[in-house]
């Protein structure tokens, strides 16, 4: 198993909880989709599944240790919602120069692999090299992000809303994209219900800081209807809606 979480919490000084005794476990390979509004707690559960925010209850173990020690740089990844948040350099080619160096990767390496993802998100990175990263619009800071973290070969990839800023024709090429990955274990927080409900293995549903639901599509479809209370039908796929709809009105 490589997430085990064992009631684990996180509360500020102030002791206001933003998660609450979660418990739950993350296999190798899985895509697991974090769903909830805003202020359910899915960017703090993210965090804490990065090793940048520590449980203040509970027990967390990855790889069977406890805490997130990683073995290499850029083997668990993790992209914000706000993506310049991360750049730290004047160019996007010294941005992406130091990931490849983060990465230990060639340049001849490195380029075929980002040359490779930005087709593949129809961004044309070769415009941009000597402009400010800090200059790029939202949607093309959301791409650079993106780009520059799959360039470092991670084995735990974590979005925190990736579409944010991206276009539909850009979100559905980020979703082909993450739909294409096989090995990586895939762990993201959205909005984009219907995009996520054909690409996730576990869903997480989140409310005021508590998981109300962690499970599969399949115990999704046939949950019990105490279960069904908890859950607004706007955070279901419409199908799906639809079917716990008509049920609620037998």
Not at 167 to 190: C, H
Request: a neutral charge.
């Amino acid at each position: 198993m490589l997430y085990e979480l064992e009631r684990v919490s996180f509360s500020y000084p102030s002791g206001d909880f933003v998660l609450k005794e979660a418990s739950l476990k993350i296999g190798k390979g899985q895509k697991v989709v974090g769903i909830g509004p805003s202020g359910s707690g899915k960017t703090t559960f993210l965090q804490i599944l990065a090793g940048l925010l520590k449980p203040t209850g509970g027990s967390l173990f990855f790889r069977s240790q406890m805490g997130v020690k990683l073995q290499r740089p850029g083997e668990v990844v993790m992209a914000f919602q706000f993506p310049e948040s991360c750049f730290v350099a004047n160019t996007v080619e010294e941005e992406v120069f130091l990931t490849f160096r983060e990465a230990g990767l060639s340049l001849k390496r490195g380029e075929e692999k980002l040359n490779k993802l930005a087709r593949a998100f129809s961004f044309d990175i070769e415009r941009f090299l000597k402009r400010s990263p800090f200059s790029l619009s939202k949607g093309e800071k959301r791409k650079l992000a993106l780009i520059s973290l799959l360039v470092l070969e991670p084995e735990v990839i974590i979005l925190d809303e990736p579409e944010t800023g991206l276009d539909g024709k850009s979100i559905a090429a980020l979703y082909r994209l993450l739909k294409g990955l096989t090995a990586e274990t895939l762990i993201l927080a959205t909005h984009q219900i219907e995009e996520v409900y054909s690409l996730a293995d576990v869903f997480i549903y989140l409310f005021d800081g508590e998981i109300v639901f962690w499970g599969s599509k399949e115990d999704l479809n046939h949950a019990p209807f105490e279960l069904r209370k908890k859950i607004p039908l706007e955070f279901l796929p419409f199908e799906l809606a639809l079917k716990w709809k008509g049920n609620q009105k037998c």
